[in-house]
């Protein structure tokens, strides 16, 4: 089983809509998926219950999630998503995620303002690690780009240099992911190559 944590500093972030589209694509691709809505807001849940979703999908808002998943995981779930309240607002539960994380995903557009706030991120995610048996593998997700824009391309090279990695697939900014929220996923788009990458993810030596 892999534990997939959807993570960033802010609410408004993309981190909802890329729990769901993952989880989707997950889904879409064969695998038993579980979500699990750490928000208290509950976003995640609301949209899974107006939309129907097949996937399972529980709220669980606990600073304790690295020893809840494996109990609320079924003997055949392949992959669980964590969606995760701003790591600003609420730190203990973010890290519980990330300690019981395989993967971090941090979604984020190429913005000077979203870009530079990912280093307390990678804080986070370090300061985890020395809790951890495993480490955990982690990348950012581009999502709101603009077609063409010179900004992907400049932002993914700073994040490189950082040591850092950023996933090929990228999900541009569309009217159909601002209004998704609530509604039935279809169309997967670029978030199938997006999962395939997520789950490709190995820990960086
Ligand atoms: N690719 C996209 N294109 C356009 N709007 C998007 C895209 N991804 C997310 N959004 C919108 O951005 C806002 C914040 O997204 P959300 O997933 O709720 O973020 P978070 O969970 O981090 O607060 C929402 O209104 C959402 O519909
Ligand atoms: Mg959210």
């Known amino acids: 089983m892999r ?6 500093l802010k609410g408004g972030s993309s981190k909802t809509t890329t729990t769901a589209y993952l ?19 509950g976003s995640t849940v609301r949209w899974s219950d107006a939309a129907g979703w097949d996937i ?11 020893t809840r998943v494996q109990g609320i995981a079924r003997p055949t ?3 669980v998503v964590i969606d995760t309240p ?7 539960t ?4 990330l300690r019981a994380a395989d993967v971090v995903v941090v979604p984020c557009a190429p913005t000077s303002h979203e870009v530079e706030a990912l280093p307390d991120v990678w804080a986070a995610i370090e300061e985890v690690q020395a809790l951890r048996n495993v480490p955990t593998a982690a990348a950012v997700l581009f999502t709101r780009t603009i077609a063409n824009a010179s900004s992907t391309g400049i932002y993914r090279e700073a994040i490189e240099e950082g040591g850092h990695r950023v996933l090929a697939t990228t999900i541009p900014r569309r009217e159909a992911y601002a209004q998704a929220l609530g509604a039935p996923i279809r169309e997967l ?7 395939s990458e997520v789950l490709a993810l190995e820990v960086q030596a």
Do not use: M
Request: hydrophobic share 45%; charged share 10%.
């Open 77 to 79: 779930t392949d992959v």
């Open 56 to 66: 399972p999908t529980v709220a669980l808002p606990v600073k304790n999630l690295h």
């Open 189 to 195: 788009g670029p978030y199938e190559a997006a999962a």
């Open 23 to 41: 989880a989707h694509a997950f889904a879409a691709s064969g695998s038993d998926v579980l979500v699990i809505d750490s928000d208290p807001q």
């Open 86 to 92: 701003p790591l600003l607002e609420n730190a203990g």
């Open 94 to 97: 973010v890290y519980s995620a």
């Open 3 to 8: 534990t997939v944590a959807v993570v960033n």
